[in-house]
């Protein structure tokens, strides 16, 4: 062999030893992000070199190097996952319950980039992981016909690996906290999916047992129900990503408070009242119909799994009991481009909003395709200022979704029109893409994005004068780690809002506080009690 070909063989060589070594680290490295865990013995490695030099038959080597590969690469994926996650929605990927929120990000992501790029995006990480398994498996087999060539040495180098990893493992060596030097990731992450699926299993048996107790508030007649709101007509307005952090404790919470302490003035100059709270969400960061469903509902419906099984049943929902009582029930959900099934099917809406049946003419603002001020406009224009009978409605208000660029800006209420008004806002913006490269400028447009949402809030109240509206304003969950910080609680507040004391008076024994801000020592209830509650203090 010339000098060429030794130099090519050693490369080649080398070059595999690098691979399967960054394969079987690659997980503790994405999940500490420091090149601190490249720094450690992977078990997996040598396992997997002495199961190849164990097979005589090639086939048998080159089905089996493609496993070893496939569980490198998911080990891999799986810690992305968990990281992308928790960063998002404040816990790591759970394998049985999350799938589904995979096409949710895709969702944003596509709301975000277009469909075409977002589109792009998941075909070159598809032929990246491709890519991956098969250099990790020809790796594998390079490695294995250069240990058969010297097998002697080969033992003695796998004993040696072997003898160090036991030994370090003993030991508890670490040079990244939770990333111990004696590796084994993708072990490691077979046991905690396992785990996973045990303790999903569990808890949804105690789901079942809570689901199909029997609920007393479905059995009252309708005389008994909602008797102190009659003739109101109530808003569920969901503020999306009104967390706890947009009001207390960040660089960002003291703009928002300004608005909210002017809004309280504002407010009582036009004979309103306030009380607030905090209510703990089911989720974190996104997926806002899972905490929809639980305030609905009044069961903890904090997975997909568990918010497809309940909205193919019959649970009575605060929807269902207002309808019940005689209301006229809508839902507005601007986000959404279709009709949406389940809002007929479990919730029972009467009337259904979305993107395409509110007039809207107006540009998008990323994931927000309507802003929150054209929301209310239409309401007043198409309901409340005409005649009818007390409704109920449930609205989402996107103008504080992710990813807060760019945000839309009050205009007269007399101009919005069509909503075409808005058409030059959009480009006075910075794009997503600009934004998110500094976690601060992120916070800072988020808290923007609050002011916003609440400013639209509160300037509607104090333009249209109706006696006898009655408003539940919250939040669906925090925002992501981004802005929340890691460790985050799943807090949101919670303010009901009228002018008509008597209302207020019913929930007096709540101690809720007065105002739209909420203090640190405001109570804080699950999102889940509050249907009983509410069914409770407005009931005969």
């Known amino acids: 062999m010339n000098t060429f070909h030794r130099v090519r063989a050693a490369s080649a060589t080398v070059a595999s030893v690098v691979v399967l070594f ?90 975000s980039t277009g469909s075409l790029a977002a589109g792009a995006i998941l075909v070159l990480i598809l032929v990246v992981l491709a890519g991956c398994v098969v250099a990790i498996a020809a790796s594998m087999l390079h490695l294995d016909a250069v240990i058969r060539r010297h097998r002697r040495r080969a033992l003695v180098g796998a004993g040696a690996v072997t003898a160090s990893w036991i030994v370090l493992g003993l030991l508890g060596a670490q040079l990244v906290p939770g990333e111990p030097v004696a590796a084994s990731d993708s072990f490691a992450t077979a046991v905690t999916k396992a785990e996973q699926v045990n303790a999903a299993a569990r808890e949804q048996a105690a789901f079942d047992r809570v689901g199909a107790a029997s609920d007393g508030f479905s059995q009252l007649p309708a005389s008994s129900l ?34 909210l302490r002017q809004g309280n003035t504002d407010l009582a100059a036009h004979g309103y009242s306030e009380r607030s709270a905090f ?120 103008s504080s979704h992710t990813p807060w660029t760019p945000l839309p800006k009050l205009v007269p209420w007399a101009s919005i029109g069509d909503g075409s008004v808005f058409d030059p806002q959009p480009a006075q913006g910075l794009s997503p893409a600009v934004v998110w490269q500094d976690p601060r400028h992120v916070q800072q447009l988020y808290g923007q994005s609050i002011q916003y949402s ?47 004391p008597a209302v207020m008076g019913r929930i007096s024994s709540w101690n809720w506080q007065p105002g739209m801000l909420p203090s640190p020592s405001a109570p804080v209830w699950r999102m889940d009690a509050f249907r009983n509650r509410f069914l409770s203090a407005y009931g005969r």
């Open 22 to 111: 960054l394969a079987s680290l690659a997980p503790g490295l994405v999940h500490s992000g420091s090149a601190l865990a490249l720094i450690r013995v992977p078990l997996e490695a040598a396992l997997a070199l002495v199961v190849l030099a164990l097979l005589p038959w090639r086939a048998a080597r080159w089905i089996v190097a493609a496993l070893f590969a496939v569980v490198f690469v998911s080990a891999s994926v799986s810690a992305g996952l968990d990281r992308g996650f928790t960063t998002t929605v404040g816990a790591p990927f759970n394998v049985v319950t999350d799938w589904p929120e995979l096409s949710y990000a895709f969702g944003v992501l596509r709301d």
């Open 226 to 259: 909602l008797t102190g709101l009659k003739g109101k007509d109530v808003i569920v307005a969901f503020i999306e990503s009104y967390g706890q952090v947009a009001v207390q404790g960040t660089s960002f919470s003291p703009g928002v408070d300004a608005v």
């Open 279 to 398: 209510l703990t969400s089911s989720t974190f960061g996104g997926i806002s119909w899972l905490a929809h469903s639980t305030l609905q509902t009044g069961l903890w419906i904090d997975s997909q799994q568990k918010y497809d099984q309940v909205t193919k049943g019959n649970r009575f929902t605060l929807s269902d009991a207002f309808a019940k009582a005689g209301w006229q029930t809508l839902s507005d959900v601007p986000s959404d481009a279709a009709p949406w099934a389940i809002g007929h099917s479990f919730y029972h809406f009467g009337t259904e909003l979305n993107a395409l049946n509110v007039g809207y003419q107006g540009p998008g603002f990323s994931y927000a395709r309507i802003p929150d001020q054209y929301t209310w406009a239409h309401l007043q224009q198409q309901v409340l200022s005409k005649p009818h009978q007390p409704l109920m409605a449930e609205i989402d208000f996107v």
């Open 454 to 500: 609440m400013s639209s809030l509160f300037s509607f109240l104090t333009t249209f004068n109706d006696p006898n509206l009655v408003l539940v304003v919250l939040g669906d969950h925090q925002p992501a780690t981004v802005v929340s910080g890691t460790g985050a609680n799943h807090d949101v507040p919670v303010s009901i809002i009228s002018k008509d």
